[in-house]
Each structure stands twice: as C-alpha cells, then as structure tokens.
C-alpha cells in the first residue's frame, strides 16, 4: 500500500472517530508516533485539532522539549491539557521506585485524572502494529 494512500485512509478514521464522539482528546508525548498522529489530525481538519490534545508531564523530560510542546502548541494553535499528578509528584514519586509503580503512578493516573476532570469520552492515540501485537 502506497504511503498516499496509509494516510488517506489514517485520515478517514480520524474524521469518523471524531464525528462518533462528543468529547475527544489526543495524547502527545512529543514521541515520532503521537507527532505524526497529531500531524495527521491537523490535516484530516485542515490546519485546525478541533479536539484538546494532552500531554502526560511527568516532570522527567528535557528543558528543550517543554519549549518544543508550547511552541508547537502555540504555532498550530491547539488546546494544550497538561496532565500531572500533583500528588504523586509532591511525593516524590519516580523512577527509582520501578517503572510499574512510576508509570502507573505519573501517566496513568495523571491521564486517568484527566479523563475525569474534563469529561473526555476519546482518546486518539498513536500506537504502531509492531509495538502491541
């Protein structure tokens, strides 16, 4: 298949998805996967993420890509939600306590906190087929 056509088809889905749902939202951990899904959203609506877009901020990232996030953000003038888990944070909570208790406590929760606070009922993601059979 065309790489074309992977991304017509990619945008169709998004189009449909978004039309099913009153409340969605997208993650994006700046990663190459959930740029391109973001990338391809942009497009599927013509230069405009109808939809927040979330960022899972565990605290644990580079100075250089918080200022990638917010220009990014401010550039393509999307709705930016950061997720924290304060709780966890002011805990001290990281990765010298495992990555199981780490990430449950830091993503999860903190999107899960999320989902609640502002009622998201979707969520775009960018997971590819080699990652997760």
């Known amino acids: 298949m065309e ?8 945008i169709y889905i998004i189009r449909e998805a978004y039309a099913e749902f009153d409340n969605p939202a ?22 405009k993420i109808p939809f927040p877009v979330i960022h899972i901020d565990t ?24 997720a924290r888990n304060e709780e966890a944070i002011k805990a001290g909570v990281g990765p010298e306590d495992g990555k199981l208790e780490c990430c449950t406590k830091l993503k999860t929760e903190a999107l899960m906190q999320c989902i609640d606070k502002r009622g998201f009922d979707a969520l775009f993601l960018a997971i590819r087929r080699d990652e997760h059979g």
């Open 26 to 47: 997208i993650l994006w951990s700046m990663g190459k996967d959930s740029t391109t899904a973001l990338w391809l959203c942009r497009k599927a609506f013509f230069g």
């Open 59 to 82: 605290g644990y990232k580079f100075k250089q890509m918080y200022e990638f996030r917010d220009r990014i953000a401010e550039e393509w003038g999307f709705d930016l939600v950061i």
């Open 3 to 10: 790489l074309k056509e992977l991304e017509n088809r990619s």
